[in-house]
Structures are given as C-alpha cells and as structure tokens.
C-alpha cells in the first residue's frame, strides 16, 4: 500500500498565479479529506468527499478555493488566484468507512506564494 | 461551534519520566476521539483511537477518556526523545459523517 500520494510536495508560485494540487487516496477508502495547515491556524478541515461528492466544503476560505474529485482515485483543489496569505502546508486525507478507522495523511504540499 | 482545546505547550519532559497531555471539548454528543502524533515538517500520524467504553493502553501510550468533565488525556510512559513532537486530539462525530476536527496540538520535547 503506497499510502495517500500528494503532489507536488513543493510549490512556489507568484501571486495571481493558479496553483493546482493533487491527491490519490488509498485505494478502498471511500472518504477524502483536504486539510491546511498554519502556525497561527493550526490544521483546519477546508473540505472533504464521501464516495467522490463533496459534503462540506465550509472551511473552504474564499471563492478562491475549490476542490474536485472526478474518480475514487484522485482529487484536486484548486487556488485561483493565488495570494501570499495562502502559503501553508496543505494535506489530503483518506479514511475507510466505520467508527475506529483512523485517517491516513498524505506527506503534505508546502505552498508559498511570493 | 464545537471546541477542541489543548495546551500548545512545549511541554518538557525527562527522558523516563511520563509526559500527560490534556485535550478538552465542548460537544458533550464527542464520545470517541483520535490522537495523533506529528513530527516537525511531518504529516500526522495516528497512535490511538478511544471509544467511549474507557480507557486505553497500546505500548507506551493510555489515553483516558473523562466525560463528566469532557477531557480526554494521553500518557506517554518511559518518555523518549523519540516522543519529541506535537500531539494532536481530534474527537471523532458519528454525526458529522466522517468529519474531522482537530485541537491545536501540544507539543512535547523529551530532554536526555
């Protein structure tokens, strides 16, 4: 089991600029989690997926934000425009269905936006 | 909206001795929770999952769960400098359909 697959791990960007980050889950787990994380903020839940269909996307902080998970196998979430306050470390998660299963992490994308 | 505190710490610990963290929440319906362990510039890793029937042990590590006053505490015994990272809790919500929250995290230094 390779785990929770994030690309890229880093990305520098210049402000405006679109950013696009990926995540495969593992394979069997029907629910997908998109986290980011920041000194002052600590790890927030921006949106997460069950069986592919977004159910609640209200940490998603600005219309600048999306998230789409086309397939069981992979996911996006999209930063257009991009700005400097965005820089974080931005994890996807995956977890199996059931009381117990625990959440497994991908290894994070650094974001930074000059 | 549901809180989950923790102390940021860093709480400093002997190596041997017992570091014991503490995570409050505000939603009295929280009846299990998650704890996990981050190393610096590393994603979180699960150590323990507490169901609502008690406590639990697995190694070095007990978490108590106290819900008369909606704590749930962490023990790592035999502390190592290996412990040395930040302690996430996050209370699992049935309710909240897979939903996910996590407190701030304490983070722990275990000193040779």
């Known amino acids: 089991d390779a785990g929770v697959i994030q690309s890229p791990r880093h990305e520098v960007t210049e402000m405006g600029q679109e950013v696009t980050l990926r995540c495969k889950p593992i394979?069997?787990?029907?629910?997908l989690f998109w986290y980011r994380q920041t000194m002052m903020r600590g790890l927030e839940l921006l949106i997460y997926?069950?069986?592919?269909?977004?159910?609640?996307d209200s940490g998603m902080p600005e219309d600048r934000f999306s998230a789409k998970m086309p397939n069981a196998s992979f996911s996006t979430l999209k930063i257009q425009p991009s700005e400097p306050r965005d820089s974080a470390v931005y994890f996807c998660?995956?977890?199996?269905?059931?009381?117990?299963?625990?959440?497994?992490f991908g290894s994070g994308t650094r974001l930074t936006v000059v | 909206q549901k809180e989950v505190e923790q102390n940021s710490g860093p709480l400093s610990v002997p190596e041997g001795a017992i570091a014991s963290l503490n995570c409050t929440y505000s939603d009295r319906g929280s009846q299990s929770f998650f704890w996990y362990r981050q190393y610096s510039g590393k994603s979180p890793e699960l150590i323990m999952f507490?169901?609502?029937?008690g406590d639990k042990e697995d190694g070095r590590f007990t978490a108590q769960l106290n819900k008369a006053s909606q704590y749930v505490s962490l023990l790592i015994r035999d502390s190592q400098p290996s412990d040395s990272a930040t302690y996430l809790c996050?209370?699992?919500?049935?309710?909240?359909?897979?939903?996910?929250?996590f407190g701030g995290g304490t983070r722990v230094l275990v000193k040779p």
């Open positions: 507490i169901y609502s029937n």
């Open positions: 997926f069950n069986n592919n269909v977004p159910i609640d």
């Open positions: 394979s069997g787990h029907n629910s």
């Open positions: 996050a209370p699992y919500e049935k309710a909240a359909g897979n939903k996910l929250t």
């Open positions: 998660a995956s977890r199996a269905t059931g009381e117990g299963y625990g959440y497994t």
